[in-house]
C-alpha cells in the first residue's frame, strides 16, 4: 500500500486522497487502527475485473501472435504430437 488515512482523515482531504490513488497506486482506510477498506484507481479496478480468457483461449491466442520466422522456430512444432489414444492401461 502507498499510504493509509484513517476515515476521519479521509473526510477533511477526501479530493487530494482521490487524486493520490490515480497517481500513486491503491490507498488503504483504517477505522481505530484497522483496514477496511481500499480505494483503487478506476484503471486498477477495470485491470482487475476484466473477464480473463480461459487456458485454450490464451493458447490459441499465443500460437497466432508470434512470427516464427524472426526466431527460428519451426512452426510445426505444434503438430508434432501423435493423435492417437496411446496405450491400454489396466488398474
Keep these: 500500500m502507498s499510504r493509509r488515512y484513517s476515515i476521519a482523515q479521509a473526510r477533511q482531504d477526501l479530493a487530494a486522497i482521490i487524486h493520490e490513488a490515480e497517481t500513486a497506486g491503491p490507498i488503504q482506510f483504517t477505522r481505530r487502527g484497522k483496514s477496511v477498506a481500499i480505494l483503487l484507481s478506476q484503471a ?13 483461449e490464451a493458447y ?13 522456430v519451426d512452426p510445426e512444432i505444434f503438430t508434432v504430437r501423435d493423435a492417437s489414444p496411446g496405450r491400454d492401461v489396466s488398474f
Design 60 to 72: 490459441e491466442a499465443f500460437r497466432v501472435l508470434p512470427d516464427f520466422a524472426d526466431v527460428d
Design 44 to 56: 486498477d479496478y477495470d485491470r482487475l475485473t476484466a473477464t480473463r480468457q480461459d487456458f485454450w
